[in-house]
């Protein structure tokens, strides 16, 4: 495979910078490269000074729901309560796979971020909750909680400030739900998975009923080099509404499948050709998921967007978790479709009603195209049915199948009535 | 398989089973102290429910009858409500399985590049050889490893990218209990993106043989990155 061309993409590299070094995930290797240099300089001021440095950076979550984080941390409630900080780790988004190599390579970054961000927070407890698929992942975090233990990064009145906090890898056991913020709440105090009803929000009424902030692996293991830089410097990187940089995710059929961190705003073209060397040989982007498979699908003709959050929400998809997901022409959309309703089939808590049924009934109706028993009106029944998921349930896992499919439909109607048309004469003619 | 009571019917004349008396439960002292610990790690004893289940399964192998009172027994809970937690989640298996687990993801990113092929391959090599009914092959969704797809994790070891012509290597390597395809590994792996690495670093050695399968728990695992030891 050949290297992609140099110039591409930029060449600022914040989070995966010199990530194959080895031993980066002692802490012996980390602080050689100035590692906790950024907990030192936090703990040296106030934590309303580190919120203003987050908020000034305008940092949006990098989950999926792309929220400010700084804002985030300012909704918690001031005083003394207990308060917790949970890092979610359940990446399961598919095409997703950013937090992994940030967590198995870099582990001492995520650490000093959840510890600054705890400062800033005012919590006490924090737990890293981690999905039970990713066990090297896990190890190697435990691994590294134990040396920040033992060199008083973590635990009680750490490095002199005051600041206390107990740190937990909490291991999942496979439920894609988990990722849900609520969802995984619930999943931590030993529950089935299960959303909550919104509000209260998190930041009020959280785990075990505390006001609590979750963030994402990638946004807490930026927030060491945000205090490193200053929150303005760091704003100046991206574009104005969503700064910094990105680990993207790119897989499918890609020549060069892997995480590429990008300045956000660089044009999608350059990400999915200049950096994973596009599609085989003699194929053509056929359609692409921008943000994982929750994202609605953007066909070729979009490729020049730049992919920074709210270019994707103008073209009518989002960024999400920074997963492109590239299909290519050889693939028909049916079985693309049927994939992605059948994930979201499988995954679905049960606890309401349009999405439960919602999902299981688009498979159905997918599989009806499949076999020829459809009719182009089906269609229009299976985009009815997309939008009476959206809104109605109490999380989006229901959205995050109409979402994509209701795009499919729309964006690959006639692919869909052809389909049906010689699904049907196949049928007649057995 | 449905839970009890969705198609075959359940004994709704018994009542429903206690909270285990620990004078007549016995429960193996490794796995009783495992699970103690986890209680004490939070600030509500629930939240040990996920990683207790865990560790009940790697002992039995699955979350059977006899592991659910067991751990029913030491974190004072009802064995229905961990049945509710483990019916919950894909890697609790509620009825028995093999020792060891192939998980074949077959989601979108691996179906593109050929998954499902790899997981009928696999499925049908393991029940043909020696000891299938030991090896738990499964369809799962999205694993996150989707750069080296189509992949596997094998007891918890991520291999790919893999093709059928793959299969007899990885389940011979399952059967001896070995090292699965070190050269496939996904701890290996550099970073795609070659702007990242200033400089040529060496491949990161592959991951010495693989636990005893069922999730993740401490003791199941060795040191899994080199100088990576034990939680406590």
């Not at chain 1, 110039?7 to 910078?17: H, M, T, Y």
């Not at chain 1, 998190?202 to 830089?229: C, D, F, K, S």
């Not at chain 2, 092959?137 to 694993?143: Q, S």
Request: charged share 20%; glycine share 10%.
């Amino acid at each position: 495979m050949a290297a992609p061309p140099a110039g591409v993409g930029g060449n600022l590299i914040l989070l995966l910078a010199d990530i194959d070094e080895p031993g980066l995930f002692t802490r012996e290797v980390y602080e050689r490269r100035g590692g906790y240099e950024s907990l030192r300089k936090a703990l040296a001021s106030t934590p309303e000074e580190v919120l203003a440095q987050l908020e000034a950076s305008n940092l949006r979550g990098r989950g999926g729901a792309g929220f400010a984080m700084g804002k985030k941390v300012s909704f918690l409630p001031k005083g003394s309560m207990d308060k917790y900080l949970v890092c979610n780790a359940d990446e399961s988004e598919p095409g997703t796979f950013k937090d992994r190599e940030l967590m198995q390579k870099n582990p001492h970054m995520l650490l000093e971020g959840i510890v600054i961000a705890s400062y800033a927070a005012g919590a006490e407890r924090a737990f890293i909750y981690i999905r039970g698929e990713y066990a090297l992942q896990a190890d190697v975090l435990d691994a590294a909680l134990v040396e920040a233990r033992a060199a008083g990064y973590v635990g009680a009145d750490i490095l002199g400030s005051g600041h206390t906090l107990s740190l937990i890898v909490h291991r999942g056991a496979g439920a894609y739900i988990c990722g849900e913020e609520t969802g995984l709440l619930d999943s931590l105090e030993g529950k089935r998975g299960n959303p909550r009803l919104k509000p209260p929000f998190p930041a009020n009424q959280g785990l075990y009923q505390g006001p609590t902030l979750i963030n994402n692996v990638e946004t807490l293991a930026t927030v060491p080099a945000i205090i490193r830089m200053g929150g303005e410097e760091y704003a100046r990187l991206g574009v104005e509404t969503s700064t910094g940089t990105k680990v993207v995710s790119v897989s499918g059929h890609v020549q060069r499948p892997g995480n590429y961190e990008v300045e956000l705003g660089t044009s999608s073209r350059e990400i999915i050709y200049g950096l994973a060397g596009g599609p085989p040989p003699e194929r053509e982007v056929k359609c692409w998921f921008p943000g994982g498979s929750s994202s609605p699908v953007l066909t070729a003709a979009e490729l020049d967007l730049p992919y920074d959050f709210d270019s994707m929400a103008k073209a009518g998809s989002m960024l999400g978790s920074g997963a492109i997901i590239v299909v290519d022409d050889s693939t028909p959309i049916l079985d693309v479709a049927l994939k992605v309703a059948k994930f979201y089939r499988h995954e679905s808590c049960g606890k309401c009603t349009p999405c439960r049924e919602g999902t299981n009934w688009t498979v159905e109706m997918l599989e009806r195209v499949e076999c020829g028993e459809a009719t182009p009106m089906d269609l229009d029944i299976m985009a009815s049915v997309q939008e009476h998921i959206i809104g109605n349930c109490l999380c989006v896992l229901g959205d995050a199948m109409a979402m994509p499919i209701g795009s499919m439909i729309a964006k690959f109607r006639t692919e869909f009535e052809q389909h049906i048309e010689q699904a049907r004469a196949r049928r007649e003619a057995a | 398989m449905s839970p009890r009571g969705w198609d075959a019917p359940s004994d709704l004349e018994k009542p429903p089973a206690e909270i285990p008396d620990p004078a007549t439960t016995p429960v193996p002292e490794q796995l009783r102290r495992e699970i103690e610990a986890h209680m004490a790690d939070y600030p509500d004893r629930h939240s040990a429910t996920l990683p207790a289940l865990a560790a009940a399964q790697l002992l039995h192998g699955w979350c059977s009858p006899e592991a659910i009172e067991q751990v029913a027994c030491v974190m004072r809970v009802t064995p229905a409500y961990l049945e509710s937690v483990a019916s919950f989640y894909d890697m609790l298996e509620t009825s028995p399985a093999g020792r060891h687990s192939i998980y074949v993801c077959t989601n979108i990113s691996c179906s593109l590049r050929g998954a499902d092929a790899l997981f009928e391959a696999t499925r049908a090599a393991a029940a043909d050889g020696v000891g299938g009914d030991q090896i738990n092959v499964r369809a799962f969704e999205c694993l996150g490893a989707c750069d080296i797809a189509p992949m596997a994790s094998v007891d918890g070891v991520y291999v790919g990218p893999l093709g059928p012509e793959d299969v007899p290597r990885l389940l011979q390597d399952v059967r001896a209990g070995g090292t699965v395809l070190p050269h496939k590994q996904l701890a290996r792996l550099r970073v795609a993106d070659p702007r990242a690495n200033s400089r040529e670093f060496p491949e990161h050695p592959p991951l010495p043989g693989a636990g005893a399968g069922a999730p993740t728990s401490e003791q199941s695992r060795r040191p899994s990155a080199p100088g990576v030891g034990d939680r406590r």
